[in-house]
């Protein structure tokens, strides 16, 4: 939680247990995700046939080794497929391969990522010096330098510090850098909303006008799409394909091992 925020537990032991957990809300959205998917890829264009008894031998769920991202797989499964559609048959996405993988008709397979650290399979991204190279060249010539020339940033940054406590957009350091920290802000701003909470609540008793969080949104955008998809199409595919790893290999793998 943020330092100075009042509506969330300040207790370092609270936020060990239970810092990597999905809340309901987010496995409310991951579910409607799901039902979003199964409209577009299995009612209208066939992709699975729900009622074909072998129907949970053709789908496989792979997902890193924590609490969020297994919620999250579970739910869009669930949405997409149906509450039957459970974990049958649970395997290490690393382990050399023993033939085939089982598969029974009560679920589907589910691959966890046990590695300890990052690997190139779920977070491309990670450990890549090309992606990064590309993101910090897209950060030097996109707008956040200009932004941060600009005074009602500089006031916002000192508003939301003294709002957040949050010491990466503390006073005191570059504006630009500053500017970097509005994505977390932003994310926090529609981890609240999305519990239905009031935003930012701290004991200072400072509120966000809807300008302002429109200037945190158009800041924590542009740093997105400088980070991640660069600011030209030929620099959004040169940054998609450092971003995506080895799974849409692994899914191309897993079709042709169906159709052999």
């Known amino acids: 939680a943020l330092p100075h925020a009042t509506l969330w537990p300040g207790d370092c032991g609270f936020w060990k247990l239970f810092g990597g957990y999905l809340t309901p809300a987010g496995c409310h959205a991951f579910f409607k995700l799901g039902r979003f998917l199964r409209q577009h890829y299995v009612d209208r264009r066939g992709l699975l046939d729900l009622d074909d008894p072998r129907v949970t031998s053709q789908v496989y769920v792979t997902s890193s080794n924590n609490n969020r991202t297994l919620m999250s797989a579970l739910n869009l ?27 029974c008709n009560a679920g589907v397979q589910l691959e966890i990522d046990f590695a300890a650290k990052y690997t190139p ?34 006031q916002l940054a000192d508003q939301l510090y003294r709002m957040t406590g949050f010491a990466k957009i503390a006073p005191g350091r570059p504006l630009a850098k500053r500017l970097k920290h509005f994505k977390s802000v932003s994310q926090q701003l529609d981890v609240e909303k999305a519990q239905a909470m009031q935003v930012l609540v701290n004991a200072e008793q400072l509120f966000l006008s809807d300008r302002e969080e429109r200037m945190i949104r158009r800041v924590a955008t542009h740093y997105y799409r400088c980070k991640h998809q660069g600011l030209t199409l030929e620099g959004q595919q040169e940054q998609a394909r ?14 042709r091992a169906r159709l052999a």
């Open 242 to 255: 450092g971003a995506a790893g080895l799974l849409p290999a692994r899914v191309l793998e897993l079709m």
């Open 77 to 103: 499964v669930q949405g997409m497929c149906g509450a039957t559609f459970v974990p049958a048959t649970v395997v290490d996405v690393h382990a050399p391969p023993d033939g085939p993988h089982p598969h």
């Open 121 to 154: 399979l779920l977070h491309g991204y990670k450990d890549n010096p090309k992606w990064k190279a590309l993101g910090r060249h897209a950060l030097r010539t996109g707008k956040l330098l200009e932004l941060a020339k600009r005074p009602e940033y500089q």
